[in-house]
């Protein structure tokens, strides 16, 4: 039996499976019911003596809340007549709220709706005013889904149809926002590997529950999840295009394209913002061995190229240069790290 919960409006679509249940679509056509309330067969979806699937009447006239379901082959007594192993329960779903409240008006954003019995039936539906939101799963606590564009800026109600019940409540609406924009980054560069910490600046960013920035260049596309702080500044970390089978000049080389996702706002996924990408920086071997011996009084000198992007403004990148677990002292130039390390005794490995 499928589904074993349904509204007391009915419309629900019951399944049985099962052994003997008739030769022909007519010896079971008037034979089924659920207690007192009765089930209409379908006859494109019957198979004969294995499944009948029926279309449950309205039972709010009636007062059963747990009903056998039963079917009789032709006549009604006990040699033709057979009940479910299982009762099938009608119940009461209503929804209470739904997270996030708000979201851009192109639509993309992925709610959830909360409440009870919203498992229930064999069919669902999710409105946002008069637009469909596309379904994505339930349980009996809740349903996801994504929600449509809107038509206007502003709050607009939920409606939720489980088969023939159409839950209601006026308390709870969505409300579209005017779609995000994005003003400024910075800084406007990064390595090639990506990582470096970047401000975004906009309007309505809050409006947005996982935003992510996002670059590709030749083959290379990546993406790094965003954390917002309120409607005006973000925070990402520069994605990666290291895989690219393209070169890094080291006086910077802009992406094919930068961008975010941010639900449905297409706009956003490509902006026309200035951004370069330098080379990575290289380190050379400590010795030819892999091994360097220093006196305790020595400074490790980590010798290398592209330590200093070329890029414009006072934005540095951040080095960290550990000697086991222990975190030294830096001093940075274009073409080495120089390292003021404790007082430490054996071999460490270098990070």
Not at 220 to 248: I, Q
Request: hydrophobic share 35%.
């Amino acid at each position: 039996l499928f589904p074993e919960t349904g509204p007391r409006q009915g419309g629900t679509r019951v399944t049985i499976l099962g052994e003997n249940l008739g030769l022909q679509f007519r010896d079971i056509q008037m034979g089924v019911s659920l207690g007192k309330v009765p089930c209409v067969p379908i006859e494109e979806e019957y198979v004969s003596a294995e499944r009948i699937v029926c279309l449950l009447n309205d039972a709010t006239g009636y007062r059963v809340q747990e009903a056998q379901v039963e079917v009789c082959v032709r006549d009604c007594v006990n040699d033709y007549r057979a009940l479910s192993p299982r009762p099938f329960t009608f119940v009461t779903p209503y929804f209470t709220r739904i997270q996030p409240s708000q979201g851009p008006i192109s639509g993309g954003t992925r709610v959830t709706i909360e409440g009870s019995n919203l498992n229930a039936g064999s069919y669902v539906s999710v409105r946002i005013g008069p637009q469909p939101c596309y379904f994505k799963k339930r349980n009996a606590r809740e349903i996801v889904c994504v929600t449509p564009a809107g038509l206007a800026p502003g709050s607009s109600s939920v409606l939720v149809d489980i088969d023939a019940a159409e839950l209601r409540n006026p308390e709870v609406k969505f409300n579209y926002t005017e779609d995000p924009t994005v003003l400024r980054i910075e800084p406007d560069w990064s390595i090639a590997s990506g990582g470096t910490l970047l401000t975004v600046s906009g309007t309505n960013l809050a409006t947005i529950r996982e935003p992510k920035i996002r670059a590709k260049y030749g083959q290379a596309e990546s993406f790094h999840n965003c954390t917002v702080y309120n409607n005006s500044v973000m925070v990402c970390l520069a994605p990666s295009v290291a895989d690219s089978e393209l070169g890094f000049s080291e006086t910077g080389t802009g992406p094919d394209e930068i961008g975010f996702y941010m639900d449905n706002v297409n706009a956003l996924v490509v902006v026309n913002e200035t951004f370069s990408y330098y080379p990575d920086p290289v380190f050379e071997p400590l010795s030819p061995s892999g091994i360097l011996e220093l006196k305790p009084t020595s400074p490790l000198i980590l010798k290398g190229r592209n330590l200093i992007p070329a890029a414009p403004g006072n934005s540095r990148l951040n080095y960290t240069v550990l000697i086991g677990e222990t975190p030294c002292v830096l001093t940075l130039s274009e073409s080495q790290l120089l390292c003021e390390w404790p007082n430490l005794t054996g071999q460490h490995k270098v990070t």
